[in-house]
Structures are given as C-alpha cells and as structure tokens.
C-alpha cells in the first residue's frame, strides 16, 4: 500500500464533516478524500440491507480514486455495514463503533452505566451496546434515538431554544440515571454539544465518536506504517503554495452525489469554510463510474 | 383507458399517506395503489435532476401495475418534475402545486398576500410563488422552507410544545404581515395544522395541497369519464367481504423501495391505520422490475 495515497472518507452526506474536521485536526500532514451521499442522505431511517449497498458503492467509488485506508464517518453505515464494507474493498477499514465504545468504556472508568444517541437505525441494531458490552460485561446501556438533532444541526440552530427544548425532551430523563458517559453516535450530533451537555448535566463526559475514530486510525497508521512521508508533505505544501495545511483546502478533495451547492452552504456552517474541491458525481452503477 | 383500474400515488416516503387520506375521503370508491421511496427520502433536500430521476423511475413502477390516473403527492416532486413525469408516463399526471395556488388565490380572495410553507427545494424552484402569480397577477408570495416540520411529524411530536416553539421561530413572523391564506405545501406539514394555525393566527385560511389535489382529481376523472362504476364497485366490497370502504383496507395496495416496518408504523401515527397489504419493491433500473 502507497503510504502517501489520501485517507477516503464517506458519509451518508455533509455529517461527516465534523469527522473530517477531527482528522485533519489529529493527522494534519495527511490528505483526505470525502465522499457525501447526499443523493440518498440520510441513512439513519434505512433497512439493513438498503444501507449495505448504498455503502458498497461509496466504498468502492472512494477505492476507485486510489486511497490507502477508508474511514466510514457514517454511524449508522458503521453500525450496519461494516463486514460487507470489509469483504468488498481491499483497504482498512475503520468505523465509528468500536473507536466510540472503546472511548465511552474509557471514560466511564468502571461506572456501570453509558448513554449512547444516535439515529433511528443505530439504535435498532444495538451495535453499540454489543461493542460496550464486550468490552466492560454488566454495563448498562442507554440508547435513544435523537432524529430532530440532524434538522437543528443542518438548519443552523444548534445554540436555539428550540436545540435546548428538543434537547431536553430527549436527554432529560437521562439526569436521574446516574450515566458516566453518553456517546454522540451521530455524525450531526457533536454540532449540539452545548445543548447536549447542558441537557444530560455537566458530570457527564460526552464522547464524539468522530475524535474517537480519529485517534484509531491514528494508531492503525503507525502501526502499519502508513503515515504520509515528510517529503511528500513538503512537496504537498508547494503544490498548492501554501505554508500550511488549512481545513478544506486545496489539498482534499469533496465529492457529492447531489446538490453540491447545499452541501458547501452547510459544510460552511459546521466548519466555517466550504470545501475548494467539490464535485458531484455518481456512484451507483460501478462498472460506468463518470463524474456528471 | 379502464376506469376501473386503480389511481396511482407515489411519494418520497410516508408522507403522502395525507394525499392518500385526502383522495380516499373525496372518492371513497375509488382503489388506489401508493408507492412511497423510501430508499431515496426525502427529496426536498435534493436537485432537480436527482429528484427527476427518483420521480420518473416511481412513475414508471406504478403504470407498470396498471393505473388510470397519477397523483403525484410529493409536492417538490410536483414542483421540480411534472412536465419530466408527463414526458415519461402515458397516463394523466396530476401533482400539488397547481391545485394549491388555485386554492390558495381563491381562499385570499383578492387579497394581495399569500403565504407558503414547503421543503427547501421546493422553495428554491419557487414553483408556488410562480402558480400563484399566473393566476392573481400582483400577488406578494412569501415562502419559507420549515425542514424540521417533517421530523416532528414522523417523530409523533405534532401537539407538543417543542412543535408550538418550532412553527412560532419559522411562522410567527408571518402575523404581522398580513398574509390572507397559507399553503402547506408538503405532505408532512397538515400532521401539524393546529400548531400551524396558532403560530400564524386564527385568520389565515390554511390550504392542504391534498386535500385540494384530490379536488382537482375528482374533476379530473369526471371530466375524463374514469369513475369507477357502480358494478365494479360492488364487486370490490364483495372481494374485501366488506360493506364499505376503509383507509388502508385490503383493496389498496401499498409499495415502498425500503423499511416497510417504520413506514407501517408512522402509517398508524398519521392515518391511524397501518396498511394491511404493503410490499417492499425495487423501482430502479426499469427493466428487471422484482420484487424484493
């Protein structure tokens, strides 16, 4: 494997974003390439076997362009994706699940109770209790789902009374249980950190299952020696005449499956800068992949 | 064309279900067979080619089971993609825009201001504002995309108060402005009618696009000769083992392209009945039509 191809990175749509932002921010040297799905956005609401496919086909679309590891940014595509998402592309794969149930157990130090949100199909699985509860047996698991999150989070409302009032309708309850730790398994979900923290109250360590991820392919990298050369990085910097690497810059490429115009003006929103490289294209039909 | 044959819906998802209710009240003899793409929802976040491609391909599927008449209830299907149906279909096509303008001009009765609410795609085609003028030249249109409307809806949340908060941030400044009468320009939104009405004041006139869409069907079909007849009529009770029709009873038929359990379930949540016969199918790639 070429250790200075691009990290892929998918996403049901512009959620992801905030996963990226926690790459570039930890593996700064590194390129990305993202691919939003925002022709069939959102998966949170999907079967099994709806979500397997439309992930097959971003895997392989994101393989297609030559990268060295996928990252699927998509909690719900992690929940229920991910061994198709291995058997079908020859890269690492790292999902949301195993980093966020790691670091929740992590951060509930032996507590018998974790929180996790997330969307309707992430609950229904139960991925995460199962990936807690292997990792720290006797856990008690809080799952719910939160779907109002993503509308507040895309509609720019995160600092609301509206965010606060849904925020409290879904969290509430949470105050009385005693939890250590509440997962945000949710791409969305980190954009309403402040609401959620003051719904759940302050003693309650909030994981952002992006930065979790961000930290195992970290480790994955230097463990399989695939961290981006220093002469590269250099050659990187010059090539787009800059000094340093900025999010969204010229260096990471963006690509859509629709409405690319929308995906900049939220993009803009969660990361206050819109992607320099954004193109749509489509990624069903593998065999006749053509940028529209 | 067979007047007995059933009258077609198609939907992004689940939200159509108030189209379906609508036309059921007004022709209750009628059978209807509603296709909801569930795999692909929601549209009114997507592009006009996406959304043309989505609303051909559902349009296919259901002449392909044999329909009289289309409905399409998606309203920004109906703003983005009814002269791209028309071309694809050989049957009469009726979407939600035109009816509603027409509605909403008479119900304003001369006044000078009419209100829109709808998806953001649908706004941005501004395929209301357009209806309206051509019928009442100099009317002011005001339209505002509410997106979270539809997750409230699904989520059952239409009478609380985090709905009342909602329709007061994006609705409450249409109290000073005068508005006659107020489109609910997306199949989601007349779940929310009451919080609708309290945010804009008792005097603005709603319109329900279904409910005057399925006006403009029963127009259609007695205009056009396709009533079902009274023989047929009698015949269908008969099959059923029935002495009248019911919402969702087994002489509809219902489709949809993914996770016929959730849509079963905010099925019960909006017409208080789950359909009793519901198919999961694929509508993609036209020439290999299978059910899954």
């Not at 049901?12 to 926690?22: F, H, Q």
Request: charged share 25%; aromatic share 6%.
């Amino acid at each position: 494997m070429d250790r200075n191809l691009p990290i892929g990175i998918f996403d049901s749509g512009v959620g992801g974003l905030t996963v990226y932002r926690a790459l570039h921010e930890r593996l700064p040297t590194e390129r990305y390439v993202y691919l939003g799905d925002t022709a069939r956005v959102p998966y949170g609401t999907k079967s099994l076997s709806t979500v397997e496919r439309y992930a097959i086909e971003n895997a392989r679309f994101l393989v297609s362009r030559g990268i060295k590891l996928l990252v699927v940014a998509c909690n719900t595509a992690s929940a229920l994706a991910v061994p198709a998402i291995r058997a079908a592309v020859p890269v690492p794969v790292v999902g949301m699940i195993g980093a966020g149930a790691r670091a929740a157990v992590q951060a509930a130090a032996g507590s018998a109770r974790v929180g996790v949100v997330a969307t309707e199909s992430t609950v229904k699985s139960g991925a995460y209790s199962k990936a807690i509860k292997a990792l720290a047996p006797g856990t008690e698991v809080y799952e719910r789902a939160c779907p109002l999150f993503v509308a507040l989070a895309e509609e720019g409302w995160a600092e609301t009374e509206v965010a606060r009032v849904v925020a409290e309708e879904y969290l509430g309850e949470l105050r009385g249980l005693n939890v250590a730790a509440l997962v945000m398994g949710c791409t969305h979900y980190p954009i309403l950190r402040r609401v959620i923290q003051e719904a759940v109250g302050a003693g309650v360590r909030l994981i952002d299952s992006g930065e979790a991820a961000a930290a195992a392919v970290e480790a994955l990298i230097d463990r399989e020696g695939l961290r981006r050369t220093a002469t590269q990085e250099l050659r990187d910097l010059r090539e787009a005449g800059a000094h340093a690497r900025h999010l969204c810059d010229d260096l990471d490429h963006f690509y859509v499956t629709d409405a690319a115009e929308r995906f900049a003006h939220v993009a803009e929103r969660f990361l206050g800068a819109a992607p320099r490289r954004l193109e749509a294209v489509e990624v069903w039909g593998q065999d006749e992949l053509q940028p529209r």
